[in-house]
């Protein structure tokens, strides 16, 4: 983000925040009756070009779990997966004086059957740098604690943020991580929720 604009560019990624699984059963093999191998080469050039600054997300999925509920309220706990901003531009192709930075917004929950709504305002987060990607850069900072109350996630919020000079010549690669907290009423309709949090990153 260049400080003295807020023209924006960038990307989202988005992923659900309930875990889905699925099972099956691997069909019993024919007997073997040969083997053969083949080897696998490949070249790779030195990169040329301009580069890009891109975001990645460990896993599309995360689930939260019960604890630390009270009579008063029931509290579920998480951890956005590992987000990732990697630069491969040139030096001379980084603007002046600009920064990137990854915002978060998450949606409402709906139940299965989408009879019940808990508000993305009761989701909460706290960011965190990767220990060996980011943590302990002074170019590199993690946005604030959001409490999981008005407004939560339910605006964008700031994941981190990196000044993209500094961080281009400091390897050009930084994850962060947050750990997510939902805190609803004690009297909650029971069921199977699910929202999405969408990260954008821009510069």
Partial sequence: MNKNSLALRGSAIAFGAVLLAS?????????????????VD??????????????????????LTEGGSTDLERVFTGTLPKVTVTDTRTPDDIPAGAFWYVMGTASDFHDEQGE????????????????????GEPFVEVGGDV????????????????????????????????????LVPADVEAGSYSSTITLSLFE
């Fill in 116 to 135: 019940h709504t808990i508000e993305a305002s009761r989701l909460g987060w706290s960011p965190q740098l990767v220990e060996g990607e980011g943590e």
């Fill in 147 to 182: 409490a999981p109350s008005d407004p939560g996630l339910a605006d964008q919020e700031l994941l981190y943020l990196a000044d993209s000079a500094e961080a281009n010549a400091g390897g050009g690669r930084f994850s962060a991580v947050a750990d997510l907290k939902l």
């Fill in 42 to 63: 490949v070249e790779i050039e030195p990169l040329t070009g301009p580069g890009a600054l891109a975001m990645t997300v460990e896993s599309d999925t995360t689930s």
């Fill in 23 to 39: 099972a099956g059963t691997a069909a019993m093999a024919d007997d073997e009756q040969d083997t053969r191998t083949v080897d």
